[in-house]
């Protein structure tokens, strides 16, 4: 063999491996949107790995996933989704209301998959549920649909209970339907609702203040980020006014809240992850329906319902996911 025969083809056979890695695929990039912030909400970030690795991908070995947390501020959330659309990722996990929204605002063409406490047809996520068409799906909590029965939960705890409080953060986009749709429970149990308004922790405080003014024998507390991140101040405040309050976070009832009824959260987060995953795997979004809950948690902290001197009904209790003594 010639030398010159011989130089070219070991260096095709050296070369050959480096080429054969430069052509192959890069991994694919998730963007992940949340109003929150990674403290706080770690267990649902979990929760959408979970759901990503049953669609077959693993943070860090098949998938990398670029996290934005807007840490409870709303004007934030556009200019983090720019960013992602700017990074040309594969899908945004849009979580959160908020978060989706402003995804769904950017006018990208890249796929969606939000998570919503609302309902994403009349928040204008989607054309509808079984056909969401568009590059947008994701999952629904239905947290509108439970507000009447969170309204006859707390209605069973004080049945005399004329008016009755919401407490809401007006600057979430689901505030209004969460108002409405508490006006129509309340006609039906033939309750008066006293509407309290809570942007920032002062505020906080003085609804609580409020709420006793007018004499209100309960409260229900809304949904949304800023509310949820705020449980201890809430509960402790619920607590000093002796006042029976229901939530729709688990995370309220487990710092000593009194009763907690809705959606698992973390279902919900996992859920967005399997969809993502199957984005990922090039199923298209507007072709995917929405997902809506199928696992409720109901939870009940006997300890505070006594130190309220309440009686929780035992058919109550008998379908408690959790009961804390």
Do not use: C
């Not at 696992?295 to 505070?304: A, Q, Y």
């Amino acid at each position: 063999m010639q030398r010159r025969e011989f130089i070219s083809i070991f260096g095709a056979a050296a070369i050959s491996p480096l080429a054969a890695r430069a052509q192959q695929p890069t991994e694919p990039v998730v963007g992940f949107l949340n109003v929150g912030n990674s403290e706080t909400n770690a267990f649902l970030q979990s929760a959408f790995r979970r759901g990503l690795k049953e669609a077959g991908y693993t943070e860090g070995q098949n998938v990398t996933v670029e996290y934005r947390w807007a840490d409870g501020h709303f004007d934030r959330l556009p200019g983090l989704a720019a960013d992602l659309v700017h990074r040309q990722v594969m899908v945004i996990a849009a979580t959160t209301t908020p978060g989706a929204l402003a995804a769904k605002g950017t006018g990208t063409t890249i796929p969606i998959v939000f998570e919503t406490a609302g309902d994403p047809i009349r928040l204008g996520l989607v054309k509808s549920l079984n056909h969401p068409g568009d590059n947008v799906t994701g999952v629904t909590q239905l947290s509108s649909e439970l507000i009447s029965k969170r309204l006859g939960l707390l209605h069973e705890l004080i049945p005399t209970a004329k008016l009755v409080g919401l407490l809401v953060d007006q600057a979430d986009p689901r505030a209004e339907t969460q108002v409405a749709d508490m006006q129509e429970a309340a006609r039906g149990l033939d309750l008066q609702i006293h509407i309290l308004d809570a942007s920032n922790e002062d505020e906080i405080d003085k609804a609580f203040a409020d709420v006793s003014r007018v004499g209100a024998r309960g409260l229900l507390v809304g949904t949304g980020e800023f509310l949820r991140r705020r449980a201890e101040q809430v509960v402790r405040l619920a607590a000093q006014q002796n006042l029976p309050t229901i939530y729709q976070y688990s995370d309220f009832a487990k710092v000593g809240g009194l009763i907690s009824y809705g959606t698992s959260l973390i279902d919900s987060y996992r859920q967005a992850g399997v969809y993502t995953g199957r984005v990922l795997k090039g199923e298209k979004p507007g072709d995917l329906p929405v997902l809506q809950a199928t696992k409720f948690e109901l939870v009940i902290n006997l300890k505070t319902a006594k130190a309220l001197g309440l009686t929780v009904p035992p058919g109550v209790s008998a379908i408690a996911d959790e009961v804390i003594e």
